[in-house]
């Protein structure tokens, strides 16, 4: 094991819980920094886990926190922009700024989780500032003379697993909505399992073959919108109309949810919805995973989150 302390940035949300699982598992000795030290009590009991309060914004701090790493792993990401914090700070300032640090520490691995379709003529602020902050940390790995910087950039498509902000969000909204008004139903996405992705930044992790590479990760499937929500619906065995929104009445319903005090989705959201959240390529073989579909898992997360699911649950556990 070349890289043995790991320093997980975002180790406390959706997909930062699994990594941090997995790493533990595998024996790496793991530092998750977080803002709130309670956000993060499922990690904390981990045999190999220790979460450190951090202010990541504070560039000292975030040194000191550093310091002692074999390797980085950044997963901070936000969907929505506030006056608080913008997408350019987010996905562009702050991994310019983490590398920056690596060097200067001798840290030699950084992993990083950007967006499928990044790209910084697209179509959303979103995705330019993801595309940004990929530039800005391939330019700053190589200028680093001394300290070499091996980096490597994940894009997944959305992605799902228990406790997700996309699937369970529609879960939700199908228990409580008596019809669906869908923004851009004929967007498509390529959904992978967190699970899945989390393997791939483990595997990755101490693989030279994987230096200095981009990687989009992608599920076996293609999905529109509406074919996504109508398979929530199937799960549950709750069906509710879809109706689908042209652009005009998309931009709209994004900019009244705008108002909300927890916005579900904004026009930046659906300006990313533009272009389709898929790959023309399936995950590469030296990442040594293989994507799990998601009728192979939606299904345990989604009804076990019901009385029924619950209590079919416990009916098997009570039968072994």
Not at 54 to 70: K, Q, R, V
Not at 154 to 173: E, H, Q, V, Y
Request: proline share 4%.
């Amino acid at each position: 094991m070349q890289f043995k302390n790991i320093c997980v940035l975002g180790g406390s949300g959706f997909v930062g819980s699994a990594l941090v699982a997995k790493l533990d598992a595998a024996g790496y000795v793991v530092t998750v920094l977080s803002r709130r030290r309670d956000s993060a009590k499922h990690l904390i009991l981990l045999p190999n886990v220790n979460v450190v309060e951090c202010n990541i914004f504070d560039h000292s701090a975030l040194t000191a926190a550093l310091t002692g790493a074999d390797a980085v792993i950044n997963l901070l990401g936000i969907l929505h922009q506030s006056k608080r914090l913008s997408f350019e700070h987010m996905h562009h300032e702050l991994p310019a700024s983490l590398a920056k640090i690596c060097i200067d520490l001798g840290i030699k691995r950084l992993l990083h989780m950007s967006s499928l379709r990044a790209d910084k003529n697209a179509p959303s602020l979103y995705l330019q500032s993801k595309a940004a902050g990929e530039a800005a940390l391939i330019a700053i790995a190589g200028k680093a003379s001394r300290a070499k910087l091996n980096i490597t950039i994940f894009r997944p498509s959305i992605i799902f697993g228990r406790d997700d902000k996309f699937i369970n969000l529609f879960a939700t909204l199908i228990k409580v909505m008596p019809v669906l008004l869908l923004a851009k139903p004929a967007a498509k996405f390529q959904p992978i399992w967190v699970e899945d992705v989390a393997s791939c930044f483990v595997n990755s992790l101490d693989n030279i073959a994987c230096y200095g590479k981009t990687y989009e990760l992608a599920g076996p499937k293609v999905y529109s919108f509406r074919e996504l929500v109508q398979k929530v619906m199937d799960t549950l065995q709750i069906q509710r109309p879809i109706v689908g929104l042209s652009d005009r009445l998309s931009y709209a319903q994004a900019m009244m949810m705008e108002l909300l005090p927890v916005k579900l989705m904004s026009r930046d959201n659906v300006r990313s919805m533009a272009v389709d959240s898929i790959s023309k390529k399936p995950v590469a073989a030296v990442l040594g995973v293989v994507p799990t579909p998601l009728e192979a898992v939606i299904a345990e997360y989604l009804v076990n989150s019901t009385q029924r699911g619950a209590y079919d649950r416990y009916r098997r556990l009570a039968a072994r």
